[in-house]
C-alpha cells in the first residue's frame, strides 16, 4: 500500500503530546511491514538532515498566493516531508505565551494542501504515490483532508484515494468565525461540510468526510459517541460503523531491560534489579531507604483531566498508611501548591516534583511498587503502559485506553494486572489503593505474578502497525465497491 501521513507535529522533530509519538511510531511501524510511506509535517525549524527538495507550490488561501517548499529527509524506511513557510517558524508550534495563533486554520490549511500536493508531486523511487493511495489525517489541524481531497478528485487524481482520519482528543475542534470559510478556497458546495452552528469547524468535517475514522483505544471510541465527544458525540455515533479504535504503542525507549536511565536493567524473568532502582530512587529523592515500604507514583500533565484532585483527596489516607508516594508533573499552578504541602507535612514520606524530567519519569516507573492514573478520561493514555511493562501495577480510572489497557485483579481466578476503578470519586479510588496494598503487603507471590502478567503483554507498534494496515486495507475497500 501506499500511505500518506499528515500531522501538525511530528516527533522528534515537533512535539507537544501524544500525537507526535503516534506521528512518529506508526509511519515507521507501516514502512517496517513494507509499505510505502510519506509522512508529512511543517517544518517549524531547521531540521538536521533534511534537504530542499528544489519542489515549490503556490496556494491561494486566505485572498493571497502563499508559496511552500518541500525539505525531505528519508529514515527508517519512510520519506519525511517537511512543508516550509514563513508561517509556520515563529517558534511555537501552535503559539506562544499570548496564545494560540490567530491564523492556526490558515496554517493547517496550507499544511493539508501541500499534503496532497506532495503525494501528487513528490518524484520517489519506483514513481509517483498511486491513485489510491490512503491519506491519514490527525486531529482538526488536518481534518479538511478529506475535502480538499474530494475538490482533487475533480480534477482526475486520487480517484481511488480512500481517507482515514484519527481522533487522538476531540476536545480541540478549530472553530472559527462563518466568514473564514471563503479564506479556504473550497468550492461553495462544501460549506455544509464544514459548518457547525454557524462555524467552521474542521474537525466536524473530518468526522463526516472521511472514509474511516480511528481513535487511540476501543473503550474511548465507544465514548465518544456517548458521553467524551464535545459535542460532536451525534455525529460520531452516525459514523459508528466506520470507527476503530487501536490503541498506541510503546516507544522501544520504553524496556526495562534496555533502559538507560535505570541504575540497574531487569525483565520478566528477572526482577531483582527492579529493588536497586527503587533504593536508588529512595535514596536520589531522601527519602527513607526501605524495600518493605510501599512506593506509590504518579506521574502527569497537571490538569483537570488527569484527575489530581483524587490524589490530592486521598493522601492523607495513603501517609497513615505508612506508604511513600513520589509525584512528577508540571501543568496548573494550583498543584504545584499540593505537592509543597504534602511534601512539608510528610517529609519522610511524600516528595512532590514540579517540572518535566524524562530521565527522572523512567527511574520512577522503574523504581515504584504502585501507579496512580485516576483520569477523568483517556484517549489512550501511556504511563500505565509503561507502568506494566515496568512491572509497577497500576491503579486506574476505567475511562478510555486505561480501561483497555488494565484489568482488575481477581484473587480467585488469579487474573488482571492491576486495579480499574469506577465511578471517579476518592471512595472508589482509596478502596482499590487499598487492595493493591493489602495484596502487596500481604500475598508477594500473587503480586509476583501480576506484575509478570502486565510485563508480558504486547503493547509494540508492530502489533498496532498491523492493525492500521488492516483499517487501510477495509478504507481502501469501501473506494472500490
Ligand atoms: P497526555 O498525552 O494526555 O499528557 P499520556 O499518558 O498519553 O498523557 O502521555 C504523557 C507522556 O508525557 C508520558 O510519556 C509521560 O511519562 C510524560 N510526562 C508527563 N508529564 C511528565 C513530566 N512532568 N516529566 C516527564 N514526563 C512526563
Not at 480534477?155 to 482528543?169: D, E, I, P, S
Not at 512528577?328 to 517529609?347: D, I, N, V
Not at 478520561?377 to 509497577?392: D, H
Request: charged content about 25%; hydrophobic content about 40%.
Amino acid at each position: 500500500m501506499d500511505v500518506l501521513h499528515v500531522a501538525a507535529e511530528t516527533g522528534p522533530w515537533s512535539k507537544t503530546g501524544g500525537l507526535g509519538d503516534v506521528a512518529s511510531a506508526l509511519p515507521k511501524a507501516l514502512a517496517k511491514r513494507g509499505h510505502r510511506v510519506v509522512a508529512v509535517s511543517p517544518r517549524y525549524k531547521e531540521i538536521p538532515g533534511a534537504k530542499d527538495t528544489g519542489l515549490r507550490a503556490r496556494f491561494h488561501l486566505f485572498g493571497v498566493d502563499h508559496e511552500v517548499r518541500y525539505h525531505a529527509l528519508e529514515s527508517d524506511g519512510v520519506v519525511w516531508v517537511f512543508v516550509d513557510n514563513p508561517c509556520f517558524t515563529r517558534g511555537g508550534i501552535y503559539g506562544d505565551s499570548r496564545g494560540s495563533y490567530p491564523d492556526n486554520l490558515f496554517r493547517y490549511a496550507l499544511l493539508t494542501r501541500a499534503a496532497i500536493d506532495v503525494a501528487a508531486r513528490l518524484p520517489l523511487v519506483g514513481g509517483p504515490l498511486a491513485d489510491d493511495t490512503v491519506f491519514h489525517s490527525n486531529d482538526w489541524h488536518t481534518a479538511l483532508l478529506p475535502s480538499y481531497l474530494e475538490a482533487w478528485r475533480q480534477m482526475g487524481r486520487f480517484t481511488h484515494a480512500a481517507t482515514v482520519h484519527g481522533l487522538h482528543n476531540c476536545s480541540h475542534h478549530g472553530t472559527a468565525p462563518s466568514d473564514s470559510f471563503a479564506g479556504l478556497d473550497l468550492p461553495l458546495r462544501f460549506w455544509p461540510v464544514l459548518d457547525m452552528h454557524g462555524y467552521v469547524n474542521p474537525l466536524k468535517a473530518g468526522i463526516v468526510s472521511a472514509d474511516r475514522l480511528v481513535t487511540v483505544s476501543p473503550t474511548y471510541a465507544r465514548e465518544i459517541t456517548r458521553t467524551h465527544g464535545f459535542g460532536l458525540e451525534h455525529l460520531l455515533a452516525g459514523r459508528r460503523e466506520q470507527l476503530v479504535g487501536i490503541l498506541n504503542g510503546v516507544d522501544d525507549a520504553w524496556d526495562p531491560k534496555t533502559d538507560k536511565h535505570l541504575p540497574a536493567n531487569f525483565d520478566v524473568d528477572d526482577l531483582s534489579g527492579k529493588l536497586k532502582c527503587k533504593l536508588e530512587l529512595q535514596r536520589s529523592l531522601g527519602l527513607p531507604v526501605e524495600g518493605k515500604v510501599p512506593l506509590v507514583s504518579m506521574i502527569a500533565r497537571l490538569d483537570h483531566q488527569k484527575g489530581i484532585d483524587l490524589v490530592e483527596a486521598i493522601t492523607p489516607w495513603l501517609m497513615a498508611q505508612g506508604a511513600q508516594l513520589v509525584m512528577l508533573g508540571s501543568g496548573s499552578e494550583k498543584y504545584k501548591a499540593f505537592f509543597r504541602e504534602t511534601e512539608r507535612r510528610w517529609p519522610r514520606q511524600a516528595r512532590g516534583w514540579y517540572g518535566f524530567d524524562e530521565s527522572l519519569a523512567h527511574k520512577i516507573e522503574a523504581g515504584s511498587d504502585i501507579f496512580l492514573m485516576p483520569s477523568r478520561f483517556e484517549p489512550c493514555g501511556l504511563n500505565q503502559m509503561y507502568s506494566l511493562r515496568y512491572g509497577t501495577v497500576p491503579v486506574v480510572h476505567r475511562t478510555g485506553g486505561l480501561a483497555d489497557t488494565v484489568q482488575s485483579f481477581d484473587p480467585d481466578r488469579e487474573v488482571g494486572t492491576g486495579w480499574a476503578f469506577s465511578p471517579h470519586d476518592a471512595g472508589a479510588f482509596r478502596d482499590a489503593i487499598g487492595f493493591a496494598l493489602v495484596t502487596w503487603g500481604r500475598f508477594p507471590e500473587s503480586w509476583r505474578r501480576m506484575q509478570r502478567r502486565g510485563m508480558s503483554q504486547d503493547f509494540s507498534w508492530d502489533r498496532a502497525g498491523a492493525l492500521y494496515e488492516r483499517l487501510y486495507a477495509w478504507a481502501a475497500s469501501s473506494r472500490r465497491s
